[in-house]
């Protein structure tokens, strides 16, 4: 069994103006078209064929640096293109927005959180929102194409993830990381967030 790259949920164009459509083709048909294959010739012939992401990261031998960034870039991107969509943004309601409010103090209190998380990660990486099983929330930032799922401190479930690799924005805002990071609360899908993180807790 190898590992397919999935269609986007939506069109190329459908996240403008806050991400563009030519980003959105290179990133996805180019950057995670290649961690996928990258991730399937790292896991060709060794007892991992056949494993979820989620188990192959979970284990994962961090010294073993193909399998951990390109299951990392395969999986963290799987993520990113699920958890944002056209006519999106607002903000969470419900059971996660109760656990927003718990964590955090307020809606607001959490996008500042987030935003400096993503913000302040030097060079590559991300900016993740996670759970534990109990359902508490925390914002972390991870390093190139690690993630929360894989051996390392935060050690939780991711449920919404912030790609902030030059790749993700540079040819729309070139420096101006913090615009993007203002534009991806105008693409969060909530609903898919929230589903993600009710399936998260036992
Ligand atoms: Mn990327």
Same mark, same amino acid.
């Given at each position: 069994?190898? &590992?397919?790259?999935?269609?986007?949920?939506?069109?190329?164009?459908?996240?403008?103006?806050?991400?563009?459509?030519?980003?959105?083709?290179?990133?996805?048909? +180019?950057?995670?078209?290649?961690?996928?294959?990258?991730?399937?010739?790292?896991?060709?012939?060794?007892?991992?064929?056949? +494993?979820? %992401?989620?188990?192959?990261?979970?284990?994962?031998?961090?010294?073993?640096?193909?399998?951990?960034?390109?299951?990392? =870039?395969?999986?963290?991107?799987?993520? &990113?293109?699920?958890?944002?969509?056209?006519?999106?943004?607002?903000?969470?309601?419900?059971?996660?927005?109760?656990?927003?409010?718990?964590?955090?103090?307020?809606?607001? *209190? &959490?996008?500042?959180?987030?935003?400096?998380?993503?913000? !302040?990660?030097? =060079?590559?990486?991300?900016?993740?929102?996670?759970?534990?099983?109990?359902?508490?929330?925390?914002?972390?930032? !991870?390093?190139?194409?690690?993630?929360?799922?894989?051996? =390392?401190?935060?050690? +939780?479930?991711?449920?919404? =993830?912030?790609?902030?690799?030059?790749?993700?924005?540079?040819?729309?805002?070139?420096?101006?990381?913090?615009?993007?990071?203002?534009?991806?609360?105008?693409?969060?899908?909530?609903?898919?967030?929230?589903?993600?993180? *009710?399936?998260? %807790?036992?």
């Amino acid at each position: 069994m190898s &590992f397919q790259l999935p269609d986007l949920p939506y069109n190329f164009d459908a996240l403008e103006p806050h991400i563009d459509s030519k980003t959105m083709q290179i990133h996805h048909g +180019k950057h995670h078209a290649g961690y996928t294959s990258k991730l399937n010739s790292a896991i060709e012939g060794t007892n991992l064929n056949g +494993k979820t %992401i989620e188990a192959i990261l979970k284990g994962l031998d961090m010294s073993n640096s193909a399998l951990r960034n390109n299951g990392g =870039g395969y999986f963290n991107h799987c993520l &990113f293109w699920e958890i944002m969509g056209p006519n999106c943004g607002g903000s969470p309601t419900g059971r996660l927005s109760a656990a927003i409010n718990d964590a955090f103090g307020s809606y607001d *209190d &959490f996008k500042s959180s987030f935003s400096s998380a993503a913000g !302040t990660r030097f =060079g590559s990486g991300w900016a993740w929102l996670c759970t534990d099983a109990q359902g508490n929330l925390e914002v972390c930032s !991870t390093a190139n194409q690690d993630n929360p799922l894989m051996p =390392g401190e935060c050690r +939780k479930t991711p449920i919404l =993830g912030l790609d902030v690799w030059e790749h993700a924005y540079y040819l729309n805002y070139q420096n101006r990381r913090p615009d993007y990071i203002s534009a991806f609360f105008e693409v969060i899908n909530w609903d898919k967030v929230s589903e993600k993180y *009710d399936k998260a %807790i036992i």
